[in-house]
């Protein structure tokens, strides 16, 4: 299967190399949460919510007294894919995700700011079709920016494949089942400081950097978006307020 045509250049769904799905966000979507967002990357469709910052309520889960406590479950829905099968809960997949967001938003949050105390991060799959990671990550951040969580800087993700000799952006479904190479980057935007770094497969030097490169490329984009839906966000809350 040729996933970028080699007349047009063009990929399976119809994007550029380097072009990225079509973002949509809504904050504000989970009525009983502290905070909550809803992010879609093309028919990805992830979810966020947040509770806190409130009261440790497991004593014995707090390893320092002088910081909030950050915890986090991911979990897709059974509906979310062409597979039907039921995923227990806390299979290996879903705590290693939940551990890897958990400490990408760690890497923002202002957790000296908030001693004694906890926040929880429940980040549910709705619709999967690749990027998955990325997606949870992003609406996890609108959802603890619409908390009002103190953030040192915006965490935004973004993956980038290697397929047919040619750096992608974005991973579809498709082109993530194809086997190629895959590195899904996180960075706090206007620090330029990369807090998520994974990849699945051997890469050169050089071909490496330019796929990274292409990731964070994303990002920033991504994070750009991110800034303008969390300000339209507000300028409806000062409207409704009067």
Same mark, same amino acid.
């Given at each position: 299967?040729?996933?970028?045509?080699?007349l047009?250049?063009?990929?399976v769904?119809?994007?550029?190399?380097?072009?990225?799905?079509?973002?949509?966000?809504?904050?504000?979507?989970?009525?009983?949460?502290?905070?909550?967002?809803?992010?879609?990357?093309?028919?990805?469709?992830?979810?966020?919510?947040?509770?806190?910052?409130?009261?440790i309520?497991?004593?014995?889960?707090?390893?320092?007294?002088?910081?909030?406590?950050v915890r986090?479950?991911?979990?897709m829905?059974?509906f979310?894919t062409?597979?039907?099968?039921r995923k227990?809960?806390?299979?290996?997949?879903?705590?290693?995700?939940?551990?890897?967001?958990?400490?990408?938003?760690?890497?923002?949050?202002?957790?000296?700011?908030?001693?004694?105390s906890q926040?929880?991060?429940?980040?549910?799959?709705?619709q999967?079709d690749?990027?998955?990671?990325? $997606?949870?990550?992003?609406?996890? %951040? #609108?959802?603890?920016? =619409? /908390?009002?969580? +103190? &953030?040192r800087?915006?965490?935004?993700?973004?993956?980038?494949?290697?397929?047919?000799?040619?750096?992608?952006?974005?991973?579809?479904y498709?082109?993530?089942?194809?086997?190629?190479?895959?590195?899904?980057?996180g960075i706090? $935007?206007?620090?330029?400081?990369? %807090? #998520?770094?994974?990849? =699945? /497969?051997?890469l +050169? &030097?050089?071909?490496?950097?330019?796929v990274?490169?292409?990731?964070?490329?994303?990002?920033?984009?991504i994070?750009?978006?991110?800034?303008?839906?969390?300000?339209e966000?507000t300028?409806?809350?000062?409207?409704?307020?009067g």
């Amino acid at each position: 299967m040729e996933y970028v045509n080699p007349l047009t250049g063009f990929r399976v769904d119809g994007r550029r190399p380097n072009e990225m799905r079509q973002l949509k966000a809504e904050v504000g979507v989970v009525a009983r949460a502290d905070g909550s967002a809803l992010f879609e990357m093309g028919n990805t469709r992830v979810i966020a919510a947040v509770y806190g910052p409130r009261e440790i309520q497991n004593k014995g889960q707090q390893v320092n007294n002088k910081e909030a406590l950050v915890r986090c479950e991911y979990r897709m829905a059974e509906f979310s894919t062409g597979d039907r099968r039921r995923k227990p809960k806390g299979d290996r997949r879903s705590t290693e995700i939940s551990l890897v967001i958990r400490q990408t938003m760690e890497a923002s949050i202002l957790k000296d700011l908030m001693p004694c105390s906890q926040i929880d991060i429940f980040v549910q799959v709705l619709q999967a079709d690749g990027g998955t990671r990325s $997606a949870c990550i992003n609406a996890a %951040t #609108l959802a603890l920016a =619409d /908390a009002g969580i +103190p &953030m040192r800087d915006i965490v935004t993700s973004c993956s980038a494949g290697y397929l047919c000799s040619t750096p992608l952006l974005d991973l579809n479904y498709v082109e993530d089942s194809a086997g190629g190479p895959d590195v899904t980057v996180g960075i706090l $935007a206007k620090m330029d400081k990369v %807090t #998520l770094l994974q990849m =699945d /497969a051997k890469l +050169p &030097m050089d071909t490496f950097e330019s796929v990274m490169g292409l990731a964070i490329e994303g990002c920033k984009a991504i994070a750009t978006y991110i800034r303008e839906v969390l300000l339209e966000n507000t300028k409806r809350l000062e409207c409704q307020r009067g």
